[in-house]
């Protein structure tokens, strides 16, 4: 089938490859000048079936609701976003009842856990080199109860799909050695060694190069201006440069998906929630060893800290801001504090150098749950809503949306997945 894939961010690039593998006639639509412009380009780079659990724990609303207005707070909801959000926060309050978060949490579990088997395949087949690292993740506590907490609650997650080590402090200083400077502020952690890290850029662009390299076409700056279709199907999308026929489309264009799928008059709750990070690049980082081995997810401070080769990036916080990409001097100033308090001995010395500032708005299901398969009128698909666990779910979701579109059973529950169950 002739298919183009909107979107050429990671979930878009493993759509495109895994597509073309299979012997479509694929053609990638980037509106950017490259690959991995949006939500892809500086995120975590982290990928953790550990954290599988959707943002609508129960309770969110106590956390989510006061934090309007409070700039230093880890998830900010903004009130110049609030009349864009009443929809999609109905569904997503609707979703924090213990019974449908578990439930979500498992589906997420399942498909995330699916797409890390996917990923060493991936690497060893298409050589990729984007600073990956196999030493899973170390999540971090400073507080008893909080430890005690943690650990009660990774004992829930499926033995089969997630391993968690539960550690006292002498073991988190075992396995990552850098923290020693804030070594009386350790209360414990637990380390999660499926999980795994890299740069998603360098990740996104490679998987595109290689579906490039198998048969697929990729066109740069190449915005979808709307559906082209009929009463039956669909029959390919307009771009400024006019309109590009198809058997099938799939929207993978992140947040910007339920505006494209207007004219197919579906409704998928899709919310874009901005995410920041800062990326230390020391002038002598390819000589030097970096200052952590493994990923700190640190409970407390609501952050996450990844080496990337000899560079650091941090990232954190979620602000409900609707389409506002600016960056917020605040939120970045919070993420250097942050560095401060993870790694005191090291933060001035990895501030100085060169600091790349970034913020990106993840595409948010209501549900927490990622959208994936066939929506509106034939031939149109989806793959998109996959909130902060994009890279995690990226390999997995392109394997189950071919199996759709090839009609082939796939692996998972698709029915868990299906953007047609918010109606």
């Not at 490859?17 to 509106?31: A, D, F, K, P, Q």
């Not at 005191?344 to 398969?373: K, T, Y």
Request: hydrophobic share 45%; net charge positive; proline share 7%.
């Amino acid at each position: 089938m002739r298919i183009l894939v909107v979107g050429a961010g990671l979930i878009g690039a493993a759509t495109a490859y895994h597509l073309v593998r299979r012997g479509h006639e694929v053609t990638l639509l980037e509106r950017g000048d490259g690959p991995a412009t949006g939500a892809s380009h500086a995120n975590g780079g982290m990928l953790t079936p550990s954290m599988a659990d959707p943002w609508n724990a129960p309770g969110i609303w106590r956390e989510l609701l006061p934090s309007a207005g409070r700039r230093h707070s880890p998830m900010l909801l903004r009130a110049k976003a609030l009349p864009g959000l009443m929809r999609w926060g109905l569904t997503f309050f609707a979703n924090s009842t213990p019974g449908r978060f578990d439930a979500n949490t498992a589906r997420n579990l399942r498909l995330a856990a699916y797409s890390l088997a996917g990923m060493k395949a991936l690497r060893d087949t298409e050589l990729l080199d984007y600073d990956a690292s196999t030493l899973g993740t170390l999540k971090l506590y400073r507080d008893a109860r909080a430890l005690e907490a943690g650990i009660r609650k990774s004992a829930t997650l499926a033995p089969g799909l997630v391993e968690a080590r539960p550690l006292d402090a002498d073991g988190v200083l075992a396995l990552e050695p850098g923290l020693a400077s804030i070594a009386a502020r350790i209360a414990g952690g637990i380390h999660f060694p499926r999980d795994e890290s890299g740069d998603a850029r360098r990740f996104t662009a490679q998987l595109c190069e290689a579906a490039v390299r198998h048969g697929a076409r990729l066109r740069r700056n190449a915005g979808v201006l709307g559906l082209e279709r009929d009463r039956r199907r669909i029959l390919g999308v307009r771009t400024a440069a006019g309109a590009m026929p198809a058997d099938a489309v799939v929207l993978a264009a992140g947040f910007e998906t339920p505006h494209l799928l207007r004219v197919a008059r579906a409704w998928l709750p899709i919310a874009p929630v901005k995410g920041y990070s800062i990326t230390c690049l020391p002038e002598d980082a390819a000589g030097r060893a970096p200052p952590l081995r493994v990923p700190i997810v640190d409970d407390a401070l609501h952050a996450a800290v990844t080496p990337l080769g000899g560079n650091l990036r941090v990232a954190g916080t979620a602000e409900f801001s609707g389409r506002d990409t600016r960056i917020s001097p605040a939120r970045i100033e919070n993420l250097k504090q942050l560095l401060r308090a993870i790694l005191p001995d090291h933060a001035d010395a990895l501030l100085a150098g060169e600091v790349q500032q970034w913020a990106g708005l993840r595409p948010m299901s209501a549900d927490g749950v990622p959208c994936i398969g066939a929506i509106g009128p034939a031939g149109l698909y989806v793959n998109a809503g996959h909130g902060h666990l994009g890279w995690t779910m990226a390999d997995g979701s392109a394997r189950l949306l071919a199996d759709l579109i090839d009609r082939c059973a796939p692996q998972l529950d698709a029915a868990d997945y299906s953007p047609r169950r918010f109606g």
